[in-house]
């Protein structure tokens, strides 16, 4: 055996070289230090400086010692916050304050690249020969271990500094900024007192009426009348109903955003002018379309009826029904304003199709109305209901036809309103507005017969009535009138003779749709017919003045309220005829193509615009403007322009 030999070394000898090398190292220093304070003494002394105003403080207040406390409270954390106790239904003070504050924060990635150290201590076959050897082995390895340095199993890098960030890209948009328009009101205590006041009278009043509701009698449970039960509102009532003023400002606000829609029609509508009409000696003119208005329920009915309000230049009525016989079911009544052409104003709904309406000339809120199924209705737009204020039925009388025309005349001898219809079943009916009924008086019976003289006893035939179509009365005689028939004959008749007529006219081949008398001259009246033709006529000859040819069945024919020369025509090919017979008297000056696949139905004008609105047969009534040549001003009698010939 190797014999390990150990040198001992005594206590104080180590002590010793302990004190000689602290010795020397003094010594060292101390030489050091003269030498430097040799080297700087041409240097300036050293002087504290105090500033002047330094408070000079003595020994026991200099040992004094204060203590000052750090803690993590943020020192602009609010202390006031204040959050709604759902509980006790008050705000209430939130003693929890937030005082974290993150002042920096940066997101890295790890990446380990000591793999095979890794690897290493994770296989287990190494780790169960390790553990199965005695402690010489121990040493053993140890005495094998690499000499150099481990790899280190936490290196790592950022994956952010190796790698390249792709640039950011923008995409932008610029668009036109949404119309819009100030609305401001002004709302004090008393607005806000007055609106609660009436919330809370409805509710006593929906509650009383409720009270009044339940049976008195009936017994009901003992603790019944212990439960507090507070009146509710019914869900199926909108609100919008209920307040009228809210009602009324959202009819603004709807105007406002439909003509900011139809921005460009309305400056057309103002201030449009055909340049063209200027240019040397034309006589021709134009239709301008302005505004469309079709209303979404009725889209598959047919406009059968139009007419301008006589006191409001902007509002209109249109009737939707279907004059084909296969395809009958309820109509509508549609009150439309320029103002608003997406929706009508006021609704009417009815059991039959409408075929006819009119305004009252003195009152503009009551409406005529001629049904399909005979019936003829008065609505009033005042009282805000849905429902017809008069109403014919068959036990006080009706119609048995469908009721082509209506039409006002003026209030009778006791000041009721009343007005007068024509149906298929050849009789011409006045209705009287009492204060509870309608009552009808029939004015004359429409004969077959070529004299007019009534056929009394058993030579009556079996079908002695003709099918009425339409009729107009006279501008400044009360009491006559024209009819227009199924057979195309006009017969001229009075309210004072109800036996005969005063003058029948061989007018057309087919059905006469409309009659109309100049409003400027009363013995002159135009005729439109399916047979293609309008005819102008003078109510004391038996011969037209002129007959024109428009190549398709006529619908409708108007005369211009501003002129006594001027009126139009709308045909089946979609077309409308505009006539100046100062200008021309054998042609139209326009002739326009304003609807394709659909047939034009009515027309009429606007009684203070210069604007023709027509419908057709797909629901759609269409509003044009007249160009400068169309609209010109004369009061010249039509009857001596053929005259002169």
């Known amino acids: 055996m190797k014999s390990q030999r150990k040198i001992a070394v005594a206590p104080a000898a180590q002590l010793g070289a302990k004190n000689t090398s602290t010795q020397s190292l003094a010594s060292n220093n101390a030489n050091g230090a003269e030498a430097m304070t040799g080297n700087e003494d041409w240097l300036p002394p050293k002087v504290l400086l105090k500033p002047p105003g330094q408070l000079q403080l003595t020994d026991p207040e200099m040992e004094e010692e204060f203590t000052r406390i750090l803690n993590a409270n943020n020192p602009h954390a609010p202390q006031n916050i204040a959050r709604y106790n759902n509980k006790e239904r008050i705000f209430k003070t939130s003693p929890n304050v937030d005082h974290f504050v993150v002042h920096f924060e940066f997101d890295g990635y790890l990446i380990y690249k000591g793999e095979e150290a890794i690897s290493d201590a994770n296989d287990p076959t190494k780790v169960a020969s390790t553990s199965a050897g005695t402690g010489a082995d121990d040493l053993a390895d140890e005495d094998k271990k690499p000499k150099g340095p481990l790899r280190n199993q936490f290196n790592f890098s950022e994956r952010a500094s190796q790698t390249i960030n792709n640039p950011y890209r923008e995409r932008a948009t610029n ?207 005042q009282k805000k209901v849905d429902v017809a204020s008069f109403k014919s039925n068959p036990k006080s009388g009706k119609h048995t036809d469908p009721v082509w025309q209506v039409c006002w005349q003026k209030d009778d001898l006791d000041d009721n309103a009343n007005f007068f219809s024509v149906s298929s079943d050849g009789r011409v009916a006045q209705w009287t507005l009492l204060q509870n009924e309608l009552i009808y008086t029939d004015v004359i019976r429409l004969r077959f017969n070529e004299s007019g003289t009534e056929i009394v006893g058993e030579d009556e035939p079996l079908f002695s009535l003709a099918g009425g179509c339409c009729f107009d009365f006279h501008k400044t005689i009360d009491h006559l009138f024209v009819v227009g028939t199924e057979e195309g004959r006009i017969h001229k008749c009075s309210k004072t003779y109800n036996s005969q007529y005063l003058l029948s006219f061989d007018a057309h081949q087919m059905s006469v749709y409309t009659v109309r008398y100049n409003p400027f001259h009363g013995n002159v009246f135009l005729s439109a017919s399916a047979d293609w033709t309008v005819k102008l006529w003078d109510h004391c000859k038996d011969k037209p003045l002129a007959s024109f040819d428009l190549n398709s069945s006529v619908g409708d024919v108007a005369w211009a309220p501003y002129s006594s020369t001027v009126f139009a025509a709308v045909t089946a090919e979609g077309k409308v005829f505009v006539f100046d017979l100062n200008e021309n008297k054998y042609e139209a000056i326009c002739e326009q193509q304003v609807v394709r696949k659909a047939k034009l139905t009515h027309c009429a004008f606007n009684p203070f615009e210069p604007i023709l609105l027509v419908g057709d047969d797909k629901g759609t009534a269409i509003s044009l403007k007249l160009s400068p040549n169309l609209r010109k001003v004369n009061n010249i009698d039509c009857a001596t322009i053929y005259q002169q010939n």
């Open 175 to 381: 668009t036109e900024p949404p119309p819009a328009r100030v609305f401001s009101a002004t709302v004090n205590q008393w607005s806000i007192f007055d609106a609660y006041m009436e919330d809370l009278q409805a509710k006593e009043k929906s509650a009383k009426e409720k009270a009044k509701a339940a049976p008195s009698g009936a017994k009901g449970h003992k603790d019944d009348d212990k439960q507090n039960i507070l009146p509710t509102e019914a869900h199926n009532e909108d609100a919008y109903y209920k307040n009228l003023e809210l009602k009324k400002a959202m009819i603004i606000i709807e105007r406002m955003a439909n003509q900011n829609t139809f921005d460009d029609i309305a400056q057309d509508y103002k201030y449009w002018e055909d340049a063209s009409d200027e240019l040397g000696d034309r006589k021709a003119g134009s239709l301008l379309p302005l505004w469309k208005f079709v209303c979404e329920k009725e889209k598959r009915k047919q406009v059968t009826a139009v007419c301008w309000n006589p006191q409001n230049p902007d509002l209109f009525a249109v009737g939707y029904g279907s004059y084909d016989f296969s395809k009958q079911g309820p109509g509508m009544i549609a009150c439309f304003t320029l103002k608003n052409p997406s929706y009508p104003e006021f609704l009417y709904l009815t059991d039959s199709g409408v075929m006819s309406l009119d305004f009252h000339p003195q009152h503009p809120s009551m409406i005529a109305v001629g049904l399909y199924d005979g019936s003829v209705l008065v609505y009033n737009m």
